[in-house]
């Protein structure tokens, strides 16, 4: 996933992503917040991801919301 398309499937899916504001070059994190799909009548839950680079957590996020999506559409994972 590259950042374009990270940045992109977070504005799809109305997610938000935030970076820590360690001064240390290594020590930063980012953490990708993301709504899962609803069903009916079943409310959302919060999926909160972390990664080393935005693209880890927006790629950590997805993978999860897409679990998500396959239990609730009842396909095979």
């Known amino acids: 996933m590259t950042q374009e398309q990270a940045i992109d499937w977070l504005q799809q899916v109305g997610g938000e992503l935030y970076r820590s ?3 240390d070059p290594g020590s930063s994190a980012w953490v990708a917040v993301v709504r899962t799909p609803w069903q009916g009548a079943r409310r959302g839950k919060l999926i909160i991801a972390l990664g080393a680079t935005l693209q880890e957590a927006a790629a950590a996020a997805e ?3 897409q679990q ?3 239990d ?3 396909a095979p994972s």
């Open 63 to 65: 993978h999860q919301w």
């Open 68 to 70: 998500v999506w396959r």
């Open 21 to 23: 504001r360690h001064t």
């Open 72 to 74: 609730l559409s009842g």
